[in-house]
């Protein structure tokens, strides 16, 4: 059974830095295309971002772009995503969710296994 755990999430200031990860085990990680996903309190989830199976073909949201940036290491079955100049609105529960399929998307409805999530709070 796959599972996946978050962690990295916290309190920050505005502009301030996280970087998130994201821990699978059961399978290897080099089976799956991984996605980042936020729910704000009263919000519709959001596809943040995501990488696709073999690494390197990856998607934001345009709310994030030049902003936060996803990696894999395969080795450590570990997706991170960095997280920079964050802003009150980035304020959210992250999830990474994982999918056998090749490439990623950034519709929740595609990924079949996902994390607890960990609670990223932006404010000062």
């Known amino acids: 059974q796959l599972q996946l755990v978050e962690s990295g999430g916290g309190l920050v200031q505005p502009g301030g830095s996280l970087r998130l990860s994201c821990v699978v085990s059961g399978f290897p990680l080099d089976h799956y295309a991984i996605g980042w996903f936020r729910q704000a309190p009263g919000k519709e989830r959001e596809g943040v971002s995501c990488?696709?199976?073999?690494?390197?073909?990856?998607k934001y949201a345009d709310s994030v772009q030049g902003r936060f940036t996803i990696s894999r290491d395969n080795a450590k079955d570990t997706v991170y995503l960095q997280m920079n100049r964050l802003k009150p609105e980035d304020t959210a529960d992250y999830y990474c969710?994982?999918?056998?399929?090749?490439?990623?998307?950034?519709?929740?409805?595609?990924?079949?296994?996902w994390g607890q999530g960990t609670q990223v709070t932006v404010s000062s």
């Open positions: 990488d696709s199976r073999g690494g390197g073909n990856t």
């Open positions: 969710a994982a999918t056998r399929g090749l490439y990623c998307s950034l519709y929740g409805d595609d990924y079949y296994d």
